[in-house]
């Protein structure tokens, strides 16, 4: 079984570079994410320190293109195509199996369906070339620093811990869509109350500062008006902004801890993917669509 090679690459080393890899996408997504969020962020789907999808990717783009790995120009491209098409694929996956979103693009610019992205693209390109002229030299002498037979058992041990954590992580992903609607509910309701207790906030600080939200419009789209009212009106604003903000953080809180009173797993995921609801109401709208079609 470890010597089975394909496109001339043993299965010992692909299946060492996939976890080596696996690793390292979870701790990129893990630290990247914690940093943007001012906190702790397990991104991976399982419980443990592995996020596959980047192995699956690393490993596809690795096997696909060494080919054409001398050529710098053919590898960003490929790269864009391959990692692109993958993570395109692995959202439609994942929407139809969960019924729920891992990922959302849509704030972003030239995004599709929200599940890619032309910045992310481009950001695979970049990647896969330093994958091949910075990275995969770096991984590949690390799995030569132990022994072919240690490299063997940890990979079966990682393999059978993987395979349980995922069967935990998956039972709960399972179940995920069909608690969205509660919580939606529920949220929508507490949207309503913390919308109303900030307006009434803004309707007080605009009533003591002399300026209707009438006279604010217009002197924001004229930008006349007196220095000091000016000032006032961008400072009325970033607060309306930051209730706004805080509204968010607070219906995001509220989610995590509805999700924690059902399993600590769909908690962790509510905390790391605030989009999960995205697919749940993708699938409801195609699911609706659908007997509507049917009914005629």
């Known amino acids: 079984m470890w010597d089975l090679a394909i496109n001339r690459v043993d299965f010992y080393h692909i299946a060492n570079w996939f976890y080596i890899y696996?690793?390292?996408?979870?701790?990129?997504e893990t630290c990247y994410v914690s940093v943007r969020k001012g906190k702790l962020v397990n991104r991976g789907f399982i419980n443990g320190p592995l996020c596959t999808i980047y192995g699956c990717g690393a490993l596809a783009v690795y096997m696909i293109l060494l080919p054409i790995s001398d050529n710098l120009l053919l590898l960003f491209v490929g790269g864009i195509v391959v990692a692109t098409v993958l993570e395109y694929v692995t959202a439609v996956l994942m929407e139809n199996i969960f019924h729920t979103s891992w990922w959302d693009y849509s704030d972003k610019k030239f995004n599709f369906q929200g599940r890619i992205c032309l910045g992310c693209s481009l950001g695979w390109g970049l990647f896969t070339v330093g994958l091949f002229k910075v990275l995969h030299p770096v991984v590949s002498d690390f799995t030569e620093l132990y022994s072919r037979r240690t490299?063997?058992?940890?990979?079966?041990?990682?393999?059978?811990?993987y395979i349980v954590d995922f069967a935990f992580s998956a039972a709960a992903?399972?179940?995920i869509h069909e608690r969205i609607p509660a919580w939606e509910q529920a949220l929508d309701q507490m949207r309503v109350e913390l919308l109303v207790q900030a307006r009434e906030k803004m309707e007080n600080l605009e009533e003591s500062s002399?300026?209707?939200?009438?006279?604010i419009k217009k002197q924001l789209e004229s930008q006349r008006g007196r220095f000091d009212d000016i000032a006032l009106i961008k400072e009325l604003e970033e607060k309306r902004a930051g209730m706004m903000s805080d509204i968010s953080e607070e219906l995001q809180k509220r989610k995590v801890a509805m999700a924690g009173k059902v399993s600590y797993n769909m908690q962790r995921f509510v905390k790391a993917y605030p989009n999960l609801n995205r697919g749940y109401k993708i699938h409801r709208k195609k699911k609706f669509g659908r007997k509507g079609t049917d009914g005629e």
Request: charged content about 15%; aromatic content about 14%; proline content about 0%.
């Open 22 to 28: 696996s690793f390292l996408g979870w701790l990129w």
């Open 151 to 161: 490299g063997e058992i940890a990979v079966c041990v990682i393999t059978v811990v």
């Open 173 to 175: 992903a399972f179940h």
């Open 210 to 215: 002399g300026l209707s939200r009438e006279k």
